[in-house]
T-cell receptor, first 113, second 113 residues
Framework: ETGVTQSPTHLIKTRGQQVTLRCSSQ?????VSWYQQALGQGPQFIFQ???????GRGNFPPRFSGLQFPNYSSELNVNALELDDSALYLC????????????FGSGTRLTVV | GENVEQHPSTLSVQEGDSAVIKCTYS??????FPWYKQELGKRPQLIID?????GEKKDQRIAVTLNKTAKHFSLHITETQPEDSAVYFC????????????FGTGTSLTVIP
């Protein structure tokens, strides 16, 4: 059984640029959620995908967007990067829309300069 | 939306003593409450969870209690060991909105040998 893998592990971008983060869900999981974790804070929910459809979104602007693919892997896209977007981005996968809890990936550390 | 508060933000205990971390939530419809442990630079790991149909759950040295009326839940760690040192996050979610997690702000636990 494979876990949740995220790529890249670290990334440095310039303000105004666009970034794509990737996540491979754990085998057998059809639900993927993305979280933003600022330094010293708890993870904040960005959005969730269940069977390729977005089924929930947190308080993040539209420049945060995502996709889920038929194999249940997922992408998080952020346009027009701002300095405050610097954070650890965590992907979490689950079965059945998250009913059995989530398994987190190790995250992508994004730094915006 | 849901608001989860967590206390204390930092906690130091002597090895062998007990540690208690408390969380409150605002949405009475929340029905799933996981606890995650996050070591420095690592992914959050689920350590224990509880659903709203039970009041207490125990797993070896770790226990969680839930008071639905007061809308608070607590993590109890007995016989603490240095390897328990980490940041602990509580979270709340509800199944009818896709189980998106609302996290507390974290408790940094230090176990002093």
């Amino acid at each position: 059984e494979t876990g949740v893998t995220q790529s890249p592990t670290h990334l440095i971008k310039t303000r105004g640029q666009q970034v794509t983060l990737r996540c491979s869900s754990q085998s057998g999981h059809n639900t993927v959620s993305w979280y933003q974790q600022a330094l010293g804070q708890g993870p904040q929910f960005i959005f969730q995908y269940y069977r390729e459809e977005e089924n929930g979104r947190g308080n993040f602007p539209p420049r945060f967007s995502g996709l889920q693919f038929p194999n249940y892997s997922s992408e998080l896209n952020v346009n027009a990067l701002e300095l405050d977007d610097s954070a650890l981005y965590l992907c979490a996968s689950s079965q059945q829309g998250g009913y059995y809890g989530y398994t987190f990936g190790s995250g992508t550390r994004l730094t915006v300069v | 939306g849901e608001n989860v508060e967590q206390h204390p933000s930092t906690l130091s205990v002597q090895e062998g003593d007990s540690a208690v971390i408390k969380c409150t939530y605002s949405d009475s419809a929340s029905n799933y409450f996981p606890w995650y442990k996050q070591e420095l630079g690592k992914r959050p790991q689920l350590i224990i969870d509880i659903r709203s149909n039970v009041g207490e759950k125990k797993d070896q040295r770790i226990a969680v209690t839930l008071n639905k009326t007061a809308k608070h839940f607590s993590l109890h760690i007995t016989e603490t060991q240095p390897e328990d040192s980490a940041v602990y996050f509580c979270a709340a979610s509800r199944a009818d909105t896709g189980n998106q997690f609302y996290f507390g702000t974290g408790t940094s636990l230090t176990v002093i040998p």
